[in-house]
């Protein structure tokens, strides 16, 4: 591997102008998630089975994995002329592990001010279709948004987009979905693209105008349905403000036939398909999702043996997010029977005011294993590698590779890398770098 070729002076010396951030890490206690081949995502048996180094380095320039190897061999490598040079940050991550940084595949961090409100109703006993009959849940969050402006959703979304990167967050994807009118979904759409200008993470904007009915269209859905195909659907398509497009495909919320409609429509608006599927019932999303070859279909408490057959040889990540489910009490996805049937498996957050206030991945880690069952090697591929096939990023991030963005995590002094899901509720994370920064 050449580096800076064509960028050296005579001497050997790099000049200044061209120095870009080179970063040297060095006794790596375990670099994790090694990936050389690239592979797009990581499923069954395989899952099991966590590629690393031991007592490695790690060397970082324009902001992409330039290379990395043991420290033994350290000494005979080219890297061993950044060692100690100006314009070089050298870390010594003496008992600390190096791993990729979380892709989140499935967020909805757009939203005004929060609802725990309705979460002291949800404690005195009230169910979630309880509080959104009292004009709770998601109308309520589409409600607040109606009047909030672009700056204040954007400094809120910036908040959270900052806490998740200091836990370990280096990619997010961001539904729309709180609007339910063009106009609406249409301001939180460029609130995100603004997100996209203003943070380092690598950001996916998702559009779910099909997220819940707004009251108005009570009696007529249909008549929203309609509206989100021939309004909102090429609106959005116009701006690009979306990369994406999803529904809540559940009982009480979009049917079959209408998520088909939906999809079919933004797919030849060049959407591709991510849905929100089988969390409340067997709503048959898992199905309409493969047969549209979403990117993903998630939640996923209700899958069954015709939900793992109709995923199996499909293109779709099955993504579940344990922090939904932990806060709404719900049943738990059978993630070990689709890893043990040979499927993949995601890991998001979903963080959002009403379901998941949460955007922790490092607890999403720990959920996966107490209540998922899933093991240490396996939720680390949930929320890396096959959380960045998820939202379309796997191949720029989710492993330790040469050329791929450099957003890593050192992570504190720890024993063994199940002591991230193990220890769960306190934060691992001691640095994150994103594109090559710290
Ligand atoms: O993913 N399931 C649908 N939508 C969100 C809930 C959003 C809310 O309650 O505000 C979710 O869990
Ligand atoms: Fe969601």
Redesign the pocket.
């Given at each position: 591997m050449t580096l800076f070729s064509g960028q050296q002076a005579c001497d050997g010396t790099i000049p200044k102008r061209m120095q870009t951030m080179k970063i040297l890490i060095r006794n790596i206690k375990a670099l994790l998630q090694i990936d050389e081949q690239k592979r797009p995502l990581v499923a069954g048996k395989d899952m099991s089975e966590l590629p690393l180094l031991e007592n490695a380095f790690l060397f970082i320039d324009e902001g992409v994995i330039k290379g990395y190897g043991s420290m033994n061999d350290f000494a005979e490598t080219e890297f061993v002329r950044f060692s100690g040079r100006d314009g070089v940050h050298e870390i010594d991550a003496a008992g600390k592990m190096v791993m990729p940084a979380f892709c989140d595949s499935?967020t909805?961090i757009v939203?005004d001010g929060s609802?725990e409100i309705e979460y002291i109703d949800k404690i005195r006993g009230l169910s979630?279709e309880e509080i959104a009959k009292r004009g709770g849940?998601?109308l309520?969050?589409a409600k607040r948004m109606q009047d909030a402006s672009e700056l204040q959703l954007v400094e809120q979304a910036m908040e959270r987009l900052e806490e998740i990167r200091r836990l370990g967050t280096g990619a997010v994807e961001i539904k729309s979905?709180?609007g339910l009118t063009t106009e609406t979904e249409m301001k939180m759409l460029r609130v995100i693209r603004k997100l996209k200008e203003l943070s380092p993470l690598t950001i996916k904007a998702t559009f779910l105008g099909a997220?819940?009915v707004p009251a108005e269209y009570k009696k007529r859905q249909g008549d929203y349905v309609d509206k989100i195909i021939e309004e909102m659907i090429p609106m959005v398509a116009g701006e690009e403000l979306a990369d994406f497009i999803d529904v809540?495909c559940?009982k009480g919320?979009f049917t079959v036939e209408e998520t088909d409609r939906i999809l079919m429509a933004g797919m030849k608006h060049g959407l591709k398909p991510k849905l929100?599927a089988n969390?409340l019932d067997y709503s048959g999303g898992i199905q309409v999702g493969v047969k549209y070859d979403a990117l993903s279909v998630?939640?996923l408490e209700f899958t069954g043996d015709d939900e793992i057959k109709a995923l199996k040889g499909s293109d779709t990540m099955p993504t579940l997010?344990p922090g939904?489910a932990f806060f709404?009490e719900m049943i738990w996805p059978p993630a070990r029977k689709m890893i043990d049937s040979g499927l993949p498996v995601a890991m998001a957050s979903?963080y959002?005011?009403?379901?998941?206030p949460s955007g922790n991945m490092q607890f999403v880690m720990s959920l996966g294993s107490v209540k998922m069952k899933m093991l240490p090697e396996e939720v680390i591929h949930a929320v890396t590698q096959n959380g960045a096939y998820a939202m379309g990023v796997h191949d720029e991030l989710g492993s330790i590779a040469i050329g791929k963005k450099a957003n890593l995590i050192i992570t504190k002094k720890i024993p063994t890398y199940a002591f991230m899901p193990y220890a769960y509720g306190s934060n691992k994370v001691e640095q994150v770098i994103i594109n090559g920064k710290l």
């Open positions: 499935h909805h939203y609802r979630y849940g998601i309520n969050s979905g709180y997220h819940a809540f559940d919320f929100h969390e998630d939640h997010l939904a709404l979903d959002n005011p009403g379901s998941s």
